[in-house]
């Protein structure tokens, strides 16, 4: 299991993370966890690759659903 703080702008600066990370998700055995910004104005096109990648499920978190998704990650 990987636990990455942000994927965001900031984190592009790095073509060392981006390689890293794109090797993680390649693995279809791993578990990553991220925060990635919610969409809005001009995308991130690798945030947005992160996004559409077919083993990628994005959970909107708000109060309602954090239990939900703690329970789902046990």
């Not at 990455?4 to 693995?27: Q, Y």
């Not at 809005?40 to 690759?49: A, L, N, Q, S, T």
């Not at 992160?50 to 909107?60: A, G, Y």
Request: aromatic share 10%.
């Amino acid at each position: 299991m990987f636990i990455i703080d942000e994927i965001g702008k900031m984190e592009l600066f790095s073509a060392m993370f981006v390689s890293m990370v794109r090797d993680i998700l390649k693995c279809p055995t791993s578990t990553v966890i991220t925060t990635i910004p919610i969409p809005k104005g001009k995308p991130i096109p690798f945030v947005e690759e992160i996004r559409n990648h077919p083993q990628v499920q994005v959970f909107t978190v708000s109060i309602n659903v954090y239990y939900r998704i703690a329970v789902w990650l046990k």
